[in-house]
């Protein structure tokens, strides 16, 4: 499964460019010629003018012409200067491409077939029948120059849904879309990330427009574009007794439900070997979840590769049949997905394919019922009460389910990847489905808990050991590094890590291990930085209690934001012990501290007993989305946190 | 239907190549039993043995590739995905694999695991890929797989020896059976191998790291292993007289350009003078296509043949430009050639073994000067007059004579560290609690103020702000900058200034009754370059570069100096090191002045052997830029 990939750079440049003298089309000549506008400040490049007007024939077939022109405004905003046309090869046909750049004094001229390209879709599938065609003219759009395209694309695929982003993140004078419809034919739109708004009507022909569109910058950990750009998704219905190439029409998501289900319930026979393969996993295995957890963790394990093909013809969402995955060892979300069903069915146990939005908790929106909204597929399985945990939801139509994601192989029967949490999602139970809220693991599952001991010599060198541990998403973070880097790497990055802190650090010992059943992780290390502490006029020595740093969680980078800032719950927790050097006695330590704030709270505090300073911190960061007119309050609690964290101990000879 | 054809034939060919016969020699038990790496501990899967053949018959290039791979981990199972890319007059003729289970059990590719596609079609040019991907591999399994492909031959042929994992035994096997066709080859970052030779040439290598990427390191060409087979004579001999030809053409003047070069170097009283102008002309009155906005059709077909082209056309290619010039510079009089240098972002040049044009991809102009050769690069925008990018900075040249079809190999000169320098000066304030807060100008010359110009000018002199005050801020929480602003951007001859109003709240850390202040701003508590302990590759510094900082600090009210010592000189000969702080405090203020120079002019490899050295004084600078000044409150009633 794959959703269209947004407008992206193309990586090849012409070497050279052909001859070509066409003058630019009115409509280009005209969108040239407006001025710049006071919003557009800032932004790399401003959209002048885009229009797709979509004609769809009553066999179904949608014809897009789409009129764009962009002006680059800013050395960066040349990347702009491009048209990227998205096809499959078995359903749509690119008919037309053009392009022109027109100089600030109203020159212009053809980007001919030099500029011209071909490619398949970049993805990391073995086979991506996706493909785009392109016209480059970043190379020589420079700044005040104008780019503009046409093209025709004509599309026969099975889907009856469209979709239309009005912008991307570039600001944009007007945006319109034109949707010509056969007679009798019904459609349902909704207007997303905007207010609601009706087309402007005429016959069967609706066209939205809006104009003087803010430039939505990229901000660290703000709300994705998906959530900021006004998008319009469009359901259509033909006339009763229409014979299309069209497929199945979704008026509410019981119909996906049940489309789904009709795609991916055949796939899901388990043939001989899956029988027998699925015994011999669970022989073993005394309980419904040892059972589950048996073929979960031989699913997890088979390889990802993805195959894309007949994607206009609803490939995407057909998974390969159980016994074809069985055999070759491999596949994508969906064939493990379905595989994995048709083990649990060999063993009695219901389950159900699960479409999901990854990455993008808020990208999947209740008010559109359609397939196209997923890009990933996992799975709900049927458990009884026996089985428990914040993973376990209880649907009304289909029972109680334990959702569970096959496809990521470093988090465990019993927890959820920490994008797909708190994201709908629909199970596809045919007639018995629902789109539900995945659910979200409490914060306190999240956490880091270090406790460090470390000597002090007279030098001020240091030596001391770290017990890390590592729970819920913290451990899958952790997990996932260690297995997809290796032991010795993970160290290495660790010790560039912390001498990057503390310069010299050497790390002599890291041993990591891994409980994937409970879902945590344990880092053991040991570690020297021969020059910690500054010894000062061979009186004074002064150190930080925190040798070891801990990650910053929250970017604070800019003075202020434009968008909300997208926080992930986060827990903290270290415990310091450091042994005094010899004939050392302590002058200063840090006071302790408590800050608290609406992104959450801190505490330190420090005591001295027995030649032995303790010194513990603790930072507990709430999951939240934070206005941007409260990033202020946002710095000002991380400024007063690295303060109180920054506060050293002094020590002096005595 | 005709996509179900088409589907329908692919796997047909497939099913070809997969059928093909590959005679599979049996995997050895040893090889089945392995349960570590015997290469890199860490490794998560390895090369036991790969062969590639290479022969060169009938104008073509017959390439094989057989390799088998030990899987020791999860992590290690994408090696068994494998991509062959090929040009379209490529032919890839089989490709086959399979899987072997510890327990000798074999599963061969089927058809639907090998794909073939055309990957991209540009200007009349297609590359294509051939993917296969092995069924049923776990950690413990042994792959294997072979494909062959005929080329047409190609003056050059890239053999990649060294992987991303590690290699117990690689082996090229090759065979001339043309004898018209010369053919020598040169190995790239590869220990010396076993080699015999019978009808066919056998290379073998054994136990190579697989390539790790590090800090610092050398171009990637120079970083890991290949073999550059040559198909022809060398550059002094055939390519030499292919390129005096071209350039005969190409740097042909008329009467136009004779005209302009009179006309611009008319006002100039000395020959350095009369260059300058030549210089400044060609840097900037010819647009550069790639760099500036070009509506012109500037097009195949419609390239500049010659100077005078670009000359009436107002814009060229970076090779376009430094052909004007040498034709400006032969107008006024100067003897002017054409020379061609290795790019140091490409290679680092090693002549005992490099010897093939092949190497010399960059171009800069000659000029003799008072008996001797100067060189100039107008083609780059705000590289000022007289000095080459670090590229092009200390490397070997070889200047065309295309009258005579001779070359003259002489060298690039380089510049000092003290022309690449980075200096901050501040007029500061520290508060009591602890905020810092001043004016900063921070002045760059030479290499560190090409890459900014270069920067600001790509970025957008906003967007370089703004990245500028976003990295500071990401350095110190809460810092703020105002009245920011950029000076002598678009003066190559002069340094580039940056500056700005500074204020770093919590800067100097405090206790009950210290403050305690990092006086090196800029430096203290950054991360090291160079963190890590042990180092595989050398360290490849483009060129040698000074900072000079200086700053005056008023010091808060109600505190005094508890300890203002300063660290040691440190002088690091090896390395052409020297750094040193002084700190002075008056009444109520700080002079401080940190100084460090490394390099000995250019660029600077310093081996992987030397490393422990280089980082030890690395971490000694680190070390001072750390240092703390102590101060301390003052007893009521003591005055400062």
């Given at each position: 499964m794959r959703l269209r990939p947004a407008l992206a750079g193309l990586a090849v440049w012409p070497l050279a460019a052909a001859p070509a003298?066409?003058?630019?089309?009115?409509?280009?000549?005209?969108?040239?010629?407006?001025?710049?506008?006071?919003?557009a400040a800032g932004a790399p490049a401003l959209v002048l003018w885009h229009e797709a007007e979509v004609t769809v024939d009553p066999t179904g077939k949608i014809t897009t012409t789409e009129h764009y022109a962009v002006r680059v405004l800013k050395p960066e905003g040349r990347k702009a200067a491009v048209s990227v046309k998205y096809y499959t090869p078995d359903t749509d046909k690119v008919n037309e491409l053009r392009a022109w750049l027109i100089g600030p004094s109203g020159q212009a001229r053809a980007l001919g077939k030099d500029y011209a390209a071909d490619q398949e879709v970049p993805s990391e599938s073995l086979y991506e029948q996706m493909r785009e065609r392109s016209i480059t003219g970043s190379r020589e759009c420079g700044e005040g120059m104008v780019f503009g395209y046409e093209s025709v694309v004509e599309e026969r695929s099975v889907f009856t849904q469209l979709e239309w982003q009005f912008q991307e993140r570039l600001p944009a004078m007007a945006s319109r879309y034109t949707l010509h419809t056969p007679a009798g034919w019904e459609m349902k739109t909704v207007l997303l990330n905007h207010a609601p708004m009706e087309p402007a009507a005429a016959g069967n022909t609706s066209t939205w427009e809006l104009r003087d569109l803010a430039y939505l910058e990229a901000e660290a950990d703000s709300p994705p574009i998906t959530v900021l750009a006004p998008r319009l998704a469009i359901s259509l219905f033909p006339a009763a007794g229409t014979r299309t190439t069209l497929g199945q029409t979704f008026a509410n998501w019981l119909d996906v439900s049940r489309y789904t289900a009709e795609l991916q319930d055949p796939q899901s026979m388990p043939d001989a070997a899956i029988v027998s393969r699925a015994q011999l996993l669970t022989a073993g295995a005394p309980s419904e979840i040892d059972k589950i957890r048996a073929i979960a963790g031989y699913v997890q394990n088979l390889r990802y590769v993805s195959i894309q093909m007949g994607l206009g013809r609803g490939g995407g969402y057909r998974p390969h049949p159980a016994s074809w995955v069985f055999a070759k060892g491999y596949g994508d979300c969906k064939d493990k997905a379905n595989l994995m069903r048709a083990m649990l069915r060999a063993l009695g146990i219901s389950s159900y394919p699960v479409l999901i939005y990854a990455n993008d908790a808020r990208y999947v929106r209740e008010e559109w019922p359609s397939p196209r909204q997923f890009n990933h597929c996992i799975l709900a399985i049927m458990v009884s009460e026996a089985v428990s945990g914040y993973a376990v939801v209880q649907v009304p139509s289909a029972g109680r389910l334990l959702i569970f994601d096959s496809t990521d192989p470093?988090?465990?029967?019993?927890?959820?990847?920490?994008?797909?949490?708190?994201s709908l999602a629909l199970i596809a139970a045919g007639d018995r489905g629902a789109l539900i809220r995945v659910p979200e693991a409490p914060a306190e599952n999240n956490r880091v808990e270090r406790t460090t001991e470390m000597e002090l010599g007279v030098d001020g060198s240091l030596r001391g050991s770290v017990t890390e541990r590592f729970f819920g998403s913290m451990a899958v973070r952790a997990r996932s590094q260690y297995r997809e880097n290796g032991n010795g790497e993970v160290a290495k990055?660790?010790?560039?890590?912390?001498?990057?802190?503390?310069?010299?650090?050497?790390?002599?010992?890291?041993?990591?291990?891994?409980n994937f059943p409970d879902n945590t992780f344990r880092l053991a290390l040991q570690f020297a930085a021969p020059h910690y502490g500054q010894l000062m006029q061979n009186r004074l020595l002064v150190f930080r209690p925190g040798a070891v740093p801990r990650s910053d969680f929250v970017p604070v980078t800019t003075a202020e934001r434009k968008y909300p800032l997208v926080v992930k719950g986060e827990i903290f927790r270290e415990t310091v012990k450091a042994k005094l050097p010899p004939g050392f006695a302590v002058d200063e330590i840090p006071a302790g501290?408590?800050?608290?704030?609406?992104?959450?709270?801190?505490?330190?505090?420090?005591?001295?007993?027995?030649?032995?300073?303790?010194?513990?911190?603790?930072?507990?960061?709430?999951?939240q989305v934070i206005p941007a007119a409260r990033y202020g309050e946002v710095k000002s609690f991380l400024q007063r946190v690295a303060d109180a964290e920054a506060e050293p101990i002094v020590l002096v000879r005595k | 239907m005709r996509t179900l054809a088409g589907a329908a034939w692919l796997a047909f060919l497939a099913a070809l190549r997969a059928q093909a016969g590959v005679d599979w020699k049996p995997v050895n038990a040893e090889e089945l039993c392995l349960k570590s790496p015997r290469v890199d501990k860490d490794a998560a899967a390895e090369i036991i043995f790969k062969e590639i053949r290479i022969e060169f018959k009938n104008g073509e290039e017959d390439v094989s590739e057989y390799a088998r791979i030990k899987i020791f981990s999860d992590r290690g199972r994408e090696q068994a995905t494998?991509?062959?890319?090929?040009?379209?007059?490529?032919?890839?003729?089989?490709?086959?694999?399979?899987?072997?289970?510890?327990?000798?059990?074999?599963?061969?590719?089927?058809?639907?695991?090998?794909?073939?596609?055309?990957?991209?079609?540009?200007?009349?040019?297609?590359?294509?890929?051939?993917?296969?991907?092995?069924?049923?591999?776990?950690?413990g399994d042994v792959i294997e797989y072979y494909w062959r492909a005929k080329k047409p031959l190609h003056a050059h042929e890239r053999i990649e020896i060294q992987a991303d994992i590690p290699s117990e035994r690689v082996r090229v096997v090759f065979k001339n059976a043309t004898p018209a066709i010369g053919v020598h080859w040169v190995f790239i970052d590869l220990p010396e191998p076993v080699q015999h030779f019978s009808d066919e040439t056998s290379l073998e290598f054994t136990d190579l790291a697989g390539i790790h990427d590090e800090p610092l390191m050398p171009p990637e060409d120079m970083a890991h292993g290949w073999i550059l087979f040559v198909c022809r004579g060398r550059f002094q001999e055939s390519e030499t007289d292919a390129l005096s030809e071209y350039l005969k053409k190409y740097l042909k003047s008329g009467g136009d350009l004779r005209r302009t070069a009179l006309e611009i170097t008319r006002d100039a009283a000395s020959d350095e003078g009369k260059l300058r102008n030549a210089y400044e002309y060609c840097q900037n009155r010819i647009k550069r296509v790639g760099e500036d906005p070009v509506v012109e059709d500037f097009v195949r077909g419609k390239q500049n043949h010659t100077p005078e082209d670009t000359l009436k056309?107002?814009?060229?290619?970076?090779?376009?430009?430094?052909?004007?010039?040498?034709?400006?510079?032969?107008?006024?009089?100067?003897?002017?050639?054409?020379?061609?240098?290795?790019?140091?972002?490409?290679?680092?040049?090693?002549?005992?073994a490099m010897e093939d044009m092949y190497f010399f991809r960059t171009h800069n102009v000659a000029v003799r000067v008072g008996g001797q050769w100067r060189f100039f690069d107008p083609a780059t925008r705000q590289l000022p007059f007289g000095m080459l990018r670090w590229q092009e900075e200390g490397q070997p040249a070889l200047i065309v004579d295309e009258s005579t079809r001779s070359v003259e190999l002489t060298h690039t000169p380089t510049t000092t560290a003290s022309a690449s320098a980075c200096n901050h000066v501040g007029m500061l304030r520290l508060d009591a609690d602890g905020t810092l807060e001043g004016d900063i100008h921070i002045g760059y010359t030479g290499h560190m103020a090409l890459e900014k110009r270069q920067k600001m000018i790509n970025q957008g002199e906003q967007q370089w702000q703004k990245n500028f005050t976003d990295d500071i801020r990401t350095r110190w929480k809460g810092a703020d900058v105002s009245d920011l602003r950029i000076e002598k951007r678009d003066d190559p001859g002069k340094p580039l200034l940056v500056i700005m109003h500074l204020r770093i709240p919590g800067y100097a850390s405090r206790t009950g009754k210290r403050l305690f202040l990092q006086p090196a701003i800029f430096q203290a508590g950054t991360a090291p370059v160079l963190a890590a302990k042990t180092r595989q590759q050398p360290v490849y510094f483009h060129y040698s570069w000074a900072e000079d900082d200086q700053y005056s600090i008023e010091l808060p009210a109600g505190y005094l100096l508890d300890s203002a010592d300063v660290p040691m000189p440190i002088v690091a000969e090896g390395l052409h090191m020297r750094y040193e702080v002084h700190a002075s405090a008056g009444e109520s203020k700080l002079a401080y002045r940190r100084s460090l120079s490394f390099g000995p002019g250019g660029w600077m490899i310093v081996p992987a052997e030397q490393y422990k050295g280089l980082k030890s004084a690395m971490d000694a600078v680190q070390k001072s830029d750390d240092h703390t000044i102590v101060l301390k409150q003052a007893a009521p009633g003591v005055s400062r």
């Open positions: 003298a066409d003058q630019a089309p009115r409509w280009l000549a005209t969108a040239a010629q407006q001025p710049t506008p006071a919003y470093h988090t465990p029967l019993g927890a959820v990847p920490e994008d797909e949490q708190n990055t660790l010790e560039r890590w912390m001498a990057g802190h503390v310069p010299g650090t050497s790390i002599s010992l890291a041993e990591p291990s891994d501290a408590r800050v608290e704030g609406s992104l959450g709270i801190f505490k330190s505090t420090c005591l001295v007993k027995d030649n032995e300073i303790t010194w513990i911190r603790s930072l507990d960061i709430q999951a | 494998v991509s062959v890319p090929y040009f379209d007059k490529d032919k890839i003729r089989e490709a086959s694999g399979r899987t072997t289970k510890p327990g000798g059990a074999t599963q061969a590719i089927a058809a639907d695991g090998i794909f073939d596609r055309t990957v991209i079609k540009a200007n009349g040019h297609k590359i294509k890929v051939t993917s296969l991907t092995l069924p049923n591999v776990e950690a056309r107002g814009i060229g290619t970076g090779s376009d430009i430094d052909a004007l010039f040498v034709a400006l510079a032969r107008a006024a009089g100067f003897e002017a050639r054409w020379t061609t240098v290795p790019d140091g972002e490409m290679v680092t040049y090693d002549r005992n």
